[in-house]
């Protein structure tokens, strides 16, 4: 299986940055799309970044030109770079990923635990 471990969360002040990591690890074969989602209590969870295996990256319309994704594939990490937060991107935050493991032969989906973001005004 694949374990995700996500850490970097933590409280911050608006208009400050934080940077989120996530370790993929396992008995893994290969990932393709590594991301980060949030969530908000009584809501659902929303798309904030995906990237590809080459790099491609994708944003939520309300995090671009705020938030950067990027992937180190020799270490299977995943990171979020946050720039000028907004108290509107409190949330937890969940990394994501679809891979294949050796268990199982099957592309499939993974979830971390969640780290919180919070962001005062």
């Known amino acids: 299986q694949v374990q995700l471990v996500e850490s970097g969360g933590g409280l911050v002040q608006a208009g400050g940055s934080l940077r989120l990591s996530c370790a993929a690890s396992?008995?893994?074969?290969?990932?393709?799309?590594m991301g980060w989602y949030r969530q908000v209590p009584g809501q659902q969870r929303e798309l904030v970044a995906l990237i590809t295996s080459g790099g491609i990256t994708n944003y939520a319309d309300s995090v671009k030109g705020r938030f950067t994704i990027s992937r180190d594939n020799a270490k299977n990490t995943v990171y979020l770079q946050m720039n000028s937060l907004k108290p509107e991107d409190t949330a937890v935050y969940y990394c994501n990923c679809n891979a294949v493991s050796r268990t199982t032969w099957s592309l499939r989906a993974y979830w971390g635990q969640g780290t919180q973001v919070t962001v005062s005004s």
């Open positions: 396992g008995t893994i074969l290969s990932i393709n799309v």
